[in-house]
């Protein structure tokens, strides 16, 4: 008796006659592609675009010098009322201003939950469709600290922001096999009568910080 | 609780259940809303994206390529996803996946599991047979938990609760959450389901998903979502286990370029949904450490043994051909018999299900094309319409004239340019069969005029099911035409 692997690449293969390596290999490289691929804005243009979008998800956005970032998260915190902060492994010494900044230490679903507030990096930042991209990296974490919390302060060089989707998938190529999240704006449904409801069960509210 | 599932085994014919649920004037009005709103923030996006026709053309190659080599990258993706640390299991019908996810929970030990929107798990029936093991299944999806809470059935790919209004959620909310003083405000409801979610979020170890693509050269899963119950059921738990159709695979990272960008503004008219997930396997210190992935067949291989109804394997499930259908917008999901309801559903049901089951779908169309020419991956679904009813017709027996009919229209289908051009002339060569009496199966919202626009009758050609069925004319204007009109009223 075959094995339902067996017997669905059976199936599969009698269905469209088999394929090879070689042949499926060759009309790979035949698949049009004549989509948009690069930038057509200056990047003082994609960072305003990127700006826009943002703030259409109700995020704030702050531009800043390098040597500003510990005054802003100050500013913002403040704002936000917020006097303790989880924070990952691999943020710098000096963004950590202005409230309790406690690094994750593979704390329990529960802990988690304890935390109101994250501050985090990330990798891309997308000006066309206002995302963001995390990866499981130093200054990033785990895919939980991002998503417990009720809010997220993210810290992005603006030298990572590109205009397009697509820019920022061959940026990802080279980290491709990491755990991804793309992030565009807070969570959302609009399953009651379409409506538009910022805030279900990941971050409510997020705040960008650009980084010159 | 159990839900009895839309089963096409069972389901009356589409012409009943329509017939049936066009009297129900509330579910109308909220199916109306939905996908108005959703196909006025759709065109205004897809507006925008210069370069639509190239992302469309695009993702059609890919996916038809996938389907042509699909022994290759299942066996890549397995080789890939296993080296990560993930475990594939193969199951070649409903019952079969059924059985696997439920002696995986049974060997976990628990009697609850989290799951994320999956309309292939809602094929293979899942949670009717983890419920029978002794295992609840909570959804956690906003609109899912409303189906469940309420004992109902999904009516759309995208958002399955779009035929209920505020004021029924409330009501179930009310009853299923013992919460007597809530508010039918969106925001209160949504409050209300984040609150009954959060726990089990906290607690539950076990998860179930489906998967939006598979990527075959990293062995990476890609779930698309927007409320962040996804993104809690792919990290929160321990073991991940998700029922995956085996079409989902694509070749590479890079193929999700076209992808991501057309899913999200086909499926809910955003320009990006607010999370996509994509993971490889087990990563340690990140997420479940057990991950399971069910490979799923249940009558998609027949789907690709048939040459003209291959394409529809095509489908990455966005939800536009339902939304832009005059019939679906007219009856609702439901009356299709199944989860997959709309165009979508008119022609992959028939076909997983074995003809015989839904032979009604395939006549649940206008043929009026709305469907294609918002597909994000070209699926030309009159075609494959026009050749299911073909098989139909073969199947209750065949002679000569019906199948040289339906050949002649499927000629007249195969490119989109012909097909406009059909449509057109299509109009003017039914004139004069279009019955002018009162029509007895009225579905199409069109206002209608001299003629009712239904054909009674087709002499000598199609006369075998057009005595019984009614075939619906072409409309008098393009779907394009009068969707514009209608638009500027
Ligand atoms: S058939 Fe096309 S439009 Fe319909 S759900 Fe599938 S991909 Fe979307």
């Known amino acids: 008796m075959s094995t339902a692997r067996e017997e669905i690449l059976r199936r599969v293969r009698a269905a469209k006659g088999a394929s090879t390596l070689e042949t499926a290999a060759a009309s790979y490289a035949g698949i049009d592609r004549s989509y948009q691929t690069t930038a057509t804005l200056s990047h003082e243009a994609i960072l305003d675009l990127f700006e826009e979008r943002l703030r259409e998800y109700d995020a704030n956005v702050f531009r800043v010098s390098a040597l500003e970032v510990g005054a802003a998260v100050t500013e913002v915190l403040r704002s936000r009322k917020i006097e303790r902060v989880l924070i990952p492994e691999g943020l710098p010494e000096d963004w950590q201003r202005g409230a309790e900044f406690v690094v994750d230490r593979e704390f329990s679903a529960t802990e988690l939950d304890g935390f109101t507030a994250v501050m985090t990096t990330a990798t891309v930042g997308i000006a066309e469709t206002g995302t963001i991209v995390l990866q499981t990296a130093p200054g990033q974490g785990r895919r939980a600290i991002t998503l417990v919390p009720d809010y997220h302060l993210c810290l992005l060089p603006v030298i990572s922001v590109v205009e397009t989707v697509v820019e920022a998938m061959r940026l990802l190529e080279l980290t491709k096999n990491l755990p991804t999240t793309f992030f565009s704006g807070p969570s959302a449904t609009a399953d009651i009568e379409m409506t538009r409801i910022k805030g279900v069960h990941g971050p409510r509210f997020v705040d960008v910080i650009l980084m010159n | ?489």
């Open chain 2, 1 to 489: 609780m159990s839900r009895v599932p839309l089963d096409p085994r069972t389901a009356p014919t589409f012409q009943q259940a329509a017939r049936a649920l066009l009297g129900d004037a509330q579910l109308r009005k909220n199916v109306r809303h939905a996908t108005d709103v959703i196909q006025t923030k759709r065109r205004k996006l897809v507006e925008e994206k210069q370069d639509w026709q190239a992302l469309r053309e695009s993702g059609r190659q890919i996916r038809a390529h996938v389907l042509e080599n699909l022994d290759v990258y299942l066996e890549e993706f397995e080789r890939n996803f296993t080296k990560a640390g993930g475990v594939i299991h193969w199951a070649r019908d409903a019952a079969e996946a059924q059985k696997i996810v439920v002696g995986l929970v049974k060997e976990i030990g628990t009697t609850e599991v989290i799951k994320i929107k999956s309309m292939t798990t809602e094929e293979i029936q899942l949670n009717n047979a983890l419920e029978a093991a002794g295992v609840h299944a909570y959804e956690t999806d906003l609109a899912e938990l409303i189906i469940q809470l309420g004992e109902d059935q999904p009516s759309h790919i995208v958002v399955p609760a779009l035929h209920k209004n505020r004021a029924q959620v409330r009501e179930i909310f009310r009853r299923t959450m013992n919460l007597p003083d809530l508010g039918d405000k969106p925001a209160d409801l949504a409050d209300a389901a984040r609150r009954f979610l959060r726990e089990k979020f906290l607690r539950v170890t076990t998860a179930v998903s489906g998967a939006n693509f598979l990527v075959a050269e990293t062995g990476g899963v890609c779930i698309v979502e927007s409320e962040g119950n996804g993104r809690m059921c792919l990290t929160m738990p321990e073991t991940l286990i998700s029922v995956v159709g085996v079409e989902k695979v694509v070749p590479r990272w890079q193929d999700l370029e076209p992808l991501l960008q057309m899913l999200p503004r086909s499926a809910t008219g955003e320009r990006m949904n607010p999370y996509n997930s994509m993971w490889c396997g087990v990563h340690p210190g990140d997420g479940p450490q057990r991950m399971h992935i069910v490979l799923l067949d249940n009558g998609r291989t027949e789907v690709l043994a048939d040459r003209e109804g291959r394409q529809t394997l095509q489908c990455i499930r966005c939800g536009a051909c339902q939304n832009a259908c005059p019939v679906y917008r007219q009856t609702g999901g439901h009356a299709y018999g199944s989860v997959y309801a709309g165009p979508i559903g008119a022609i992959l049901t028939p076909q997983l299900m074995h003809l015989e089951h839904s032979q009604s779908l395939p006549y649940a169309s206008s043929l009026c094309g709305a469907c294609y020419e918002v597909c994000p991956v070209k699926i030309n679904i009159p075609e494959v319409l026009i050749h299911l009813r073909h098989k139909v017709v073969e199947q209750n027996g065949w002679y000569a004239p019906e199948s040289l009919a339906m050949k002649a229209v499927a000629q007249v289908f195969r490119s989109e340019r012909r097909f406009r051009a059909a449509q057109r002339l299509g109009r003017l060569a039914e004139l004069p069969l279009v019955k002018s009496e009162k029509r007895s199966f009225a579905i199409v919202g069109q206002k209608q005029e001299a003629s009712d626009g239904w054909i009674g009758w087709l002499p000598g050609l199609l006369g075998g099911w057009t005595s019984t069925r009614d075939l619906q004319a072409m409309p008098q204007e393009t779907f394009r035409d009068w969707w514009e009109k209608r638009g500027k009223q």
